[in-house]
């Protein structure tokens, strides 16, 4: 009986699969941090307990998480990558592409409503969060972090701008001449078996050539899964 064997494409495909399942595993989801936990985003004057730097630690923040801020009208948030800007707790002369200011304050509110911000990380790095009502009063008595962000997984598209997008994968069709494999042909092709050979050790002939080609098809095709399984 003719043997066949696959085990070179079996094997390629089963390690392709195993490795795309480990990374699938490893690779962490996108977060959202709610900064302060129950106690929300607030100063020391009004919510003493709070401290945000114990809060940060411990935490690994990566590009394309967000940071919500559970806080009120009365308390503003302000994002900025410039260490002078944070230390002094006064954004007034911070540049526009490298501070922003994401809620809406008024601290002459009378009566204050509950807000919440949702601050996406968009670069990596260390990157400095205070509150700048008050005159930086707010920032001075607690209301203020420090984070770094990691590259993690990157951007997800949608919090890409246009010129940030990476350049489209390479066309499917590159690289075919080289990936198409050679045409099998049986060494005996040019030396036909005479008329007077025995009819049965021809059909053998043919049959082994016929089973060698399904041999090297089969092991082609698993590669090309295993090749799927990576992409």
Known sequence: MEQRSYSV???FFILSCSILLSFSGSVEAYKNYTVGDALGWYDKLEKPSV???KWVAGKNFSLGDF????????????????LTTYKLCDYDNAQENDTTQ????????SSPHPDSVAVPLLKEGMTYFFSGDYDGEQC??????????THGQGLPESLKSPSEESPGPISPNAGDDESTPDTVVPSNFDHPLDQSDDKQASGSVSLSTYWQLMDRTINGILVLLGLVCLL
């Not at 994401?102 to 509110?109: C, E, I, L, N, Q």
């Not at 001075?140 to 962000?149: L, M």
Request: charge should be positive; hydrophobic fraction near 30%.
């Open 9 to 11: 494409g079996l094997l």
């Open 51 to 53: 401290n945000y730097q």
């Open 67 to 82: 940071l919500i801020f559970n806080t009120d009208n009365n308390h503003s948030v302000v994002q900025t990558y410039n």
């Open 102 to 109: 994401w809620s809406v304050s008024d601290p002459s509110a």
């Open 140 to 149: 001075k008595n607690g209301q203020r972090f420090k984070i770094n962000v």
